[in-house]
């Protein structure tokens, strides 16, 4: 049987890999230590290597559920011969092992990445950054290697059929969500990697910074994305309509988020200025160590959380020491090598350092609230103080008006200028957007909700604020154009675009978060076949219920026409429920016909007598706009990768 | 002085690094409310199956009961349902409901589907005052005894499974009644 040892193939080369990232992380850094070319030269090359059997292993693994081997026990346990060869490929980071295979496949290929793009740099530099990432790969190799084996058979009695992968994960966002978010979180190692080497050498200067941008608002751009992709799976396949829950493992990847957005904008200080080296530094390795907290948080099991990923002590103890050795050591490094000296670089009360440095801790007092949240019951235990309540009042208490001040702060920022600035021509700039934004935002609530919501207000006003700054902004950069404002508006290169995108996205985020957060509206109503029914300013015609096969479970689907008021179809909507046969569990599919200005959210409930249905119609008024932000703001993060500076080999500051 | 301050990161690291290793040797699940010992707080809360009928904390007492914190979005809710369908049919032990951060549609759906152990289930509306905040949820599935004068007993956050239910709340549970 040629198929059979295809696993034993992709552990081999798991193995192999482990051995790559040994030498990548070891004689590289001999060769800076003793300044010998020869050793250094060992980086690249153990990169790419540990990178391709990496891939190999994972496709091996793929390959393994394509074939339906039940033998492997986290293919039975996660795979059935009848699930579609889509989420069969999908299902490989489905659970615990697999998803940690995809972790480090993805962290040899941002290695790698930095190995092929980054010949510019310092060779002994690109030595320390390719063999600090040669740590976490050794580290998380073993990790899966002695804890997490995705290969580990299930011999010599192999299942005859697998238990399916779970019904919640069998859909497009699943499919897309993880990768990302690994982007983001390992994306960030690039950026902890170029702080530790910086720390090591003791060249913490504008160079360092300006290598570092890149990687990290990449990293930050894929994180957006998938935290992004992960609300919206969660809005439509959980099926109750909501998009974020505070839950602990979603509240784990939002820490490095913010934490990374600090960092980016800290980059562009110390780059521009040369101020903050030891707080970007800092935030570099906060970053990553939050990322590497998630990854504890969500699979030891000290917490509790909806997200129930197979979790185990045995692997808790071994990332909490891999992450005593991480963290404790880059900040002990940190303690020893950090300028402690303060740099000689001026800069005023009012000015855009101080609005980034504002920027900066409003984020870190944000991703503080958020880590004390979530750890509270944590620490209270081990206290033996009991429990208190912590949950999305605490949350949300707090997070409004700290992104309230953030999002002001952000306003005014792009418009000031480095160093120093009157304040007459500060408020000069900004007093016809801020009076905009008062004025539009009183009138929101009453334009929109008919009634006097503060909330609402409060949402338009920093909304109307972000757009207009951003306005000022744009006709400020561009106030000496000779050939016309447009033309002027193409030179402004794609970094300052980027910019521009990241913080419309928020504008986008906060309409989105306002809107839906205060005018949702649902309804259960009862329905009989043919019968028709008004929900706001809708009508419904209920045509009945009809029996559908997928690949792996049976379905009862609802048809429901959505029609005009004189009875013409518009649209049809078909809510499901459905029955998945290998684990007997039901799920709910919710029907959604979404628009940019409000969605339409249809769940079949319960069968009533006499052929009746209840079924349950939301409306959410704007909820897209919170996706489309992200995805906005990651774009901006994109652009602001591709500008040409960046790529200069021989860049003027440096 | 100023190369001190330096180690303020690495020194607060250590000692969340201390929580959690403590973290690991405690089982979140057996996580002790502050509660118990104390009476349950007051609620006055319309129920599921009868958005007209309101219960309040007085309707709870004379009997001891399992107070349930489920949501029909909740995972580890589908896998302790069992139990809970066990406790109350095949023990008797009356257990209530409280239906947390659910939709209301969907909550009878999966009784529907689930089969029904909730002699009722309190739900929670926009702007009325939370049980589930007094309580000190901290997610779904979270499971407390009270007895008959209303005091918590004991405290049970996460999955209940047939284990727990045979070894520590029948036990308990029998106790109170006495």
């Not at chain 1, 957005?261 to 040369?274: D, F, I, N, Q, Y």
């Not at chain 1, 703001?633 to 500076?645: Q, W, Y």
Request: aromatic share 12%; with cysteine; net charge neutral.
């Amino acid at each position: 049987m040629w198929i059979s040892i295809l696993p034993e193939l992709g552990h081999y080369a798991l193995i192999l890999a482990l051995c790559f990232a040994l030498v990548q992380s070891s004689l590289p850094l001999w060769g800076t230590y003793r300044r010998q070319a020869f050793w250094m030269a060992f980086a690249q090359p153990m990169a790419l290597g540990q990178f391709f059997f990496l891939s190999v292993s994972l496709l091996l693994l793929s390959l393994s559920f394509l074939l339906d081997d039940f033998s492997v026990a986290y293919i039975a346990n996660n795979s059935n011969s009848a699930l579609p060869w889509y989420y069969k490929i999908s299902a490989v980071w489905g659970s615990h092992e697999g998803s940690l295979l995809l972790w480090l496949w993805i962290l040899a290929a941002w290695t790698a990445a930095v190995g092929i793009f980054s010949r510019a740099l310092p060779r002994d530099l690109l030595a320390q950054v390719l063999a600090v990432m040669g740590w976490i790969a050794v580290g998380f190799g073993l990790f899966v290697l002695l804890t997490s084996n995705p290969f580990a058979r299930l011999l010599p009695d192999a299942p005859l059929e697998g238990g399916d992968l779970n019904p919640l994960l069998q859909d497009i966002g699943l499919i897309l969500h993880p990768p990302m978010l690994y982007m983001g979180y390992v994306g960030f190692s690039v950026a902890f990697a170029f702080a530790i080497a910086a720390l090591l050498n003791g060249r913490l200067d504008a160079a360092w910074a300006r290598w570092s941008r890149p990687w990290t608002s990449a990293a930050w751009a894929f994180l957006t994305i998938g935290i992004a992709l992960g609300s919206w799976w969660a809005y439509y396949e959980l099926g109750w309509g909501g998009w974020w829950f505070w839950d602990p493992v979603e509240n784990a990847s939002l820490m490095p988020w913010l934490v990374g957005t600090a960092l980016m904008h800290s980059l562009a200080v110390t780059e521009k200025r040369g101020v903050f080296k030891s707080w970007t530094v800092l935030l570099a390795i906060f970053a990553f160590s939050l990322s590497l907290l998630g990854t504890f948080l969500v699979r030891s099991g000290v917490l509790t959380s909806v997200h129930a990923f197979a979790s185990d002590p045995e692997r808790g103890y071994f990332i909490l020491v891999f992450l005593a050795l991480v963290v404790g050591g880059s900040l002990f490094l940190y303690a020893l090598k950090a300028p402690a000296v303060k740099s000689h670089v001026s800069y005023s009360l009012l000015s855009k350092e101080m609005l980034l440095l504002v920027n900066n801790i409003l984020l870190v007092v944000i991703c503080v609230t958020v880590l004390l949240g979530t750890i509270y019951p944590l620490i209270l235990d081990a206290l033996g103080l009991g429990k208190i309540s912590v949950g999305p009042p605490y949350f949300n208490a707090l997070f409004v008006p700290l992104t309230s001040l953030l999002c002001i702060a952000l306003g005014i920022g792009p418009l000031v200028n480095w160093r120093t600035m009157a304040r007459k021509q500060l408020v000069q700039r900004i007093w016809l957007a801020g009076a905009v934004a008062l004025g539009l935002g009183m009138a929101l609530p009453w334009v929109y909700g008919g009634e006097w919501n503060l909330y609402v207000a409060l949402g338009g006003l920093l909304a109307v604020w972000l757009v207009g700054t951003q306005v000022r902004d744009l006709l400020h950069k561009t106030r000496h154009a000779k050939q016309g404002r447009l033309q002027a508006l193409k030179g402004l290169g794609l970094s300052y675009w980027g910019m521009q995108l990241g913080h419309l996205g928020v504008a986008l985020c906060v309409v989105g978060v306002t809107l839906v957060s205060n005018y949702s509206a649902e309804k259960d109503v009862r329905m009989e076949v043919g019968q028709s029914i008004q929900v706001g300013d809708y009508f419904f015609r209920f045509e009945g219920i009809r029996q559908v096969q997928g690949p792996n479970y049976t379905s009862d689907q609802g048809v429901l026409l959505r029609v005009s008021e004189d009875n013409q179809v518009i649209s049809t909507l078909l809510p499901e429920k459905r029955l998945y046969l290998a684990r007997r569990q039901v799920m709910t599919e919710a029907a959604i016909e979404w628009g940019l200005m409000e969605d339409i959210y249809v769940a079949m409930g319960e069968p009533l007598p006499d052929g009746a249905w209840a079924i349950r119609i939301h409306y959410k008024p704007f909820v897209r706009w919170l996706w489309i932000g992200g995805l906005v703001m990651a774009l901006g993060g994109l652009l602001a990768v591709a500008d040409k500076r960046y790529r200069q080999a021989n860049p003027v500051q440096a | 002085m100023k190369r001190l301050l330096l180690f303020l990161p690495l020194a607060i690291f250590i000692l969340m690094g201390a929580f959690f290793l403590r973290g690991l040797e405690l089982d979140p699940s057996a996580r002790e409310s502050a509660l118990i010992g104390q009476p349950l707080p007051d609620f006055r809360l319309p129920t599921l199956e009868n958005p007209q009928r309101y219960i309040s904390k007085a309707d709870l007492q004379g009997q001891v009961v399992l107070l349930n914190v489920w949501g029909s979005w909740c995972p580890s809710c589908y896998q302790e349902h069992p139990s809970l369908l066990k406790a109350a049919h095949e023990y008797q032990i009356p257990v209530i409901g409280l239906n947390y951060k659910d939709e209301e549609a969907a909550a009878k759906v999966y009784l529907q589907k689930q089969g029904n152990p909730y002699a009722f289930n309190l739900v929670e509306r926009e702007g009325e005052r939370k049980l589930a905040f007094d309580l000190g949820v901290y997610g779904a599935p979270e499971t407390f005894i009270v007895d008959a004068q209303g005091v918590v007993r004991y405290h049970l956050a996460g999955v209940l499974t047939d284990a727990i239910l045979q070894q520590e709340i029948l036990p308990k549970v029998r106790q109170w009644q006495n």
